[in-house]
């Protein structure tokens, strides 16, 4: 085939001049994810100062052999005072600026630039506080020249982990009003087995915790399916219709629930955690602390532009983290293990 001698084609019109107008789509896509497992799981509460303070106690180990005389003489039991801990608010912050013209212009995909930057640092800034949260950040007390940050979900764990070879685990500032100012120590990562993930479980329950969800990396939850799937892990038929029509056919791939001795949890992976750690959470007992939430400021004008400031300001409060616990230094490039 050929075109009929002297045509004027499409390709001869200028792509980029005024002859042709580019084609585009008015929409501005994003697709960097929004999802927050961690917050979207726990408790939302008031933070009344730049540190917030909580108590936690434990009670005493039962006794077989809590038995007296009829009459016997009255002697009190020694008691034990609750443990004081804390945590400290950090500020995060997204510092918007937009020119006048920036503003003006005719755009694709957006009536106001400006807002639609505001919405953008928003999720951009729910994003920073999952990843911050769910770290092994120690808390640091901050001061006019040093920011005050929070200690996250990682620097914690103290009663039930699980850590490989020379891992340690955080330690807490002081032990009757403390918090975690000694870093983990992370140690030689390792295959997650299955024995340790429910030794972890088992910890947490006897410890007086319901723990309801395994938080993991994206690639450690592939691996968990995977292993799960296996017929050395005992998996059941599964026995749901995941078509969407009666004639649909399917394959399921993964597995979201874990039914073990002392309950079923979700296995929820997480795109903003470590690889290398695998949480066992009791969500009751953590929770989100606002001293500020999240707002826009509008900042004084000091250019030919707007300028706005979006701000939260929070701590995560840990009420026991012996409800919870953790695998870590977990390599998620190898197959889960028995």
Known sequence: MAQVTGSHSR?????????????????????????????SN???GKAKNTFTDWL?????????????????????????????LQNHCQIMRKDIVVTRRAQIVDQAGTKSELQRQIAKAGKELKRDVEKIICSEQVAVV????????????GAWYDTNTDRGTSGTDGVLSSTTYGYPATAVTTGTDRALSEATLLSIVKGAYVEGGNPSIIMVGPTVKQKMSQYLFGSSARI????????????AASVIGAVDYYTSDFGTLHIIPNRFQSETDVHVIDPEFWELQYLDGYKTEKMAKTSDADQRMLTVDLTLCSKNEAASGLVGDVDSSTAMVA
């Open 56 to 84: 936690t106690d434990t009670l005493a180990a039962a006794s077989a052999s809590n038995a007296h005389i009829d009459g016997d003489a009255f002697s009190g039991d020694t008691l034990t005072a609750p443990a004081r």
């Open 236 to 247: 059941a038929t599964p026995y749901q219709d995941h078509g969407k029509s009666k004639s």
């Open 11 to 39: 390709y001869d019109l200028q792509t980029k001049g005024e002859n042709v107008k580019d084609d585009l789509t008015n929409i501005i896509t994003i697709i960097s994810p929004t999802e927050t497992p961690f917050q």
């Open 142 to 153: 901050g001061n006019d020249t040093t920011a005050s940050k929070l200690a996250g979900l």
């Open 42 to 44: 726990i408790g939302k």
